[in-house]
Nanobody
Framework: QVQLVESGGGSVQAGGSLRLSCAAS????????MGWFRQVPGKEREFVAA????????YYADSVKGRFTISRDNAKNTVYLQMNSLKPEDTAVYYC???????????????????WGQGTQVTVSS
C-alpha cells in the first residue's frame, strides 16, 4: 500500500520561506511522478507543482511559478516543495500526491493522482 507522509508545514510571515517534504513508501518511488496540491476550507483542491519520475521535468501553477520549486531525491524516496517569497494567499493545507500509473508525467490533473498524504498546514501572515 502506498503511503505518503508530509512534513515541514508551519507559520511564517509574508516574504518568508518554508520547505515541505513528502516521504513515500509502499512501491518503487523512482518509477512515478509526484505532485503537490493545496486546499483552503470551502474551496476545491488546487494544483501547485508536479515533477516527473527522474526530476528532469517539472510543472507549476501560474500562481507559484518563480517562487516555488519542486524537487525529488529518489535515493531517499522523498519529494520536496521549496516555497519562497510566501504570500498570505499561499495559506492552505498542502498535500503530496502520487499517480497510480508509472506512465503519468508531471501532471496538473487531479484525477491522475490516486494516492494522497494527510496534508500539512501552511499559514502565511501579513
Amino acid at each position: 500500500q502506498v503511503q505518503l507522509v508530509e512534513s515541514g508545514g508551519g507559520s511564517v510571515q509574508a516574504g518568508g520561506s518554508l520547505r515541505l517534504s513528502c516521504a513515500a513508501s509502499g512501491r518503487t518511488f523512482r518509477n512515478y511522478a509526484m505532485g503537490w496540491f493545496r486546499q483552503v476550507p470551502g474551496k476545491e483542491r488546487e494544483f501547485v507543482a508536479a515533477i516527473n519520475w527522474s526530476g528532469s521535468s517539472s510543472y507549476y501553477a501560474d500562481s507559484v511559478k518563480g517562487r516555488f520549486t519542486i524537487s525529488r531525491d529518489n535515493a531517499k524516496n522523498t519529494v520536496y516543495l521549496q516555497m519562497n517569497s510566501l504570500k498570505p494567499e499561499d495559506t492552505a493545507v498542502y498535500y503530496c500526491a502520487a499517480p497510480k500509473s508509472p506512465t503519468t508525467g508531471a501532471s496538473s490533473a487531479i484525477y491522475e493522482y490516486n494516492y494522497w498524504g494527510q496534508g500539512t498546514q501552511v499559514t502565511v501572515s501579513s
